[in-house]
Every structure is written in C-alpha cells, then in structure tokens.
C-alpha cells in the first residue's frame, strides 16, 4: 500500500502563496501518476493539477499560471506551489497518487485565503 502525508496548508491572505508537500510512503517511480484535488464544503472535489509518469502537467483553468506542481522523486514528495492565492481557493486539499490500478489518498490539508 502506498500512504501519503500532507502538509503546508494554513491562513494565508489573498495574494499570498503557500506550497503544498505530500510525502509518500514509498518509492516514487515513472509509472505513477500523482496530483492535487480539492473540495470545499458543499461543493464536488476537483481536480486541481496532475503530474503524469511521462512528466507532463495539467493543470485546471481556475490555477493556470498561479499553482505550479512538481515532484523531488530523491524525497518521495510532490509539492504544489500555489501563488495569488484567491479566497476561491480556500479548501481541502488532497494528494492522490495512482499506481498500479489503485487510486490512494491523503488525509488533506486545510488552505484558507482570506480577503
């Protein structure tokens, strides 16, 4: 099984920035693929980026150039780097990582942005 931890949540102003890291358990290889997801309350969780084992990056529209993803396989750790944080970006964050037909999750981790 694959565990994952992540960190770095909190307050932050809008304008601000804050960078997500989420540790896994095990091993980083090509064949994963990992990313970021969010919900906040009342609202469907979506997907806010993605990092593909061919190392390409998705991203969605509402983050395009203010979050950037990436990942230190050396550390085990994919980290999201969100800048002009907006208090539409206020949610639980979530890192995913899918290996071997098998989707796991992280605990999330609190992103609040105040006006």
Same mark, same amino acid.
């Given at each position: 099984?694959?565990?994952?931890?992540?960190?770095?949540?909190?307050?932050?102003?809008?304008?601000?920035?804050?960078?997500?890291?989420?540790?896994?358990?095990?091993?980083?290889?090509?064949? $994963?693929?990992?990313?970021?997801?969010?919900?906040?309350?009342?609202?469907?969780?979506?997907?806010?980026?993605?990092?593909?084992?061919?190392?390409?990056?998705?991203?969605?529209?509402?983050?395009?150039?203010?979050?950037?993803?990436?990942?230190?396989?050396?550390? $085990?750790?994919?980290?999201?780097?969100? $800048?002009?944080?907006?208090?539409?970006?206020?949610?639980?964050?979530?890192? $995913?990582?899918?290996?071997?037909?098998?989707?796991?999750?992280?605990?999330?981790?609190?992103?609040?942005?105040?006006?």
């Amino acid at each position: 099984q694959v565990q994952l931890v992540e960190s770095g949540g909190g307050l932050v102003q809008a304008g601000g920035s804050l960078r997500l890291s989420c540790v896994a358990s095990r091993t980083i290889f090509s064949f $994963n693929t990992m990313g970021w997801y969010r919900q906040a309350p009342g609202r469907l969780r979506e997907l806010v980026a993605t990092f593909t084992s061919d190392g390409t990056t998705n991203y969605a529209d509402s983050v395009k150039g203010r979050f950037t993803i990436s990942r230190d396989s050396a550390k $085990n750790t994919l980290y999201l780097q969100m $800048n002009s944080l907006k208090p539409e970006d206020t949610a639980v964050y979530y890192c $995913n990582v899918f290996w071997l037909r098998l989707n796991y999750w992280g605990q999330g981790t609190q992103v609040t942005v105040s006006s």
